[in-house]
């Protein structure tokens, strides 16, 4: 199974292509982000990025940019979904959780 957090870590990377910069934008560690991508790829059995040295940037592998079509679908499905059961409960049976 995919993991949500590996695949929200992967799309950042894709969007700033560096490392760094989605650290920062996902509040976590580089190394964190690093390890995150390195699972990502060893599950997948794939290398989804091309990391430069000289410019420290990234860029998406042929399989890195099919896998991104499929990482902004399934990650607005997860937002959808987390929307749409989180005020289900309180509709039908009148109950109110805190959030």
Request: glycine fraction near 6%.
């Amino acid at each position: 199974m995919l993991d949500l957090q590996q695949l929200q870590t992967f799309q950042t990377v894709a969007q700033t292509s560096h490392f760094g910069r989605a650290a920062e934008a996902l509040g976590c560690s580089q190394p964190t982000v690093t390890t995150r991508i390195k699972a990502l790829e060893r599950r997948l059995g794939a290398s989804l990025l091309q990391r430069t040295r000289f410019s420290k940037t990234t860029i998406l592998t042929d399989t890195g940019r099919r896998l991104l079509e499929f990482t902004d679908r399934i990650l607005a499905l997860a937002s959808e979904t987390a929307v749409a059961v989180q005020g289900a409960d309180s509709l039908t049976d009148g109950s109110h959780y805190p959030k």
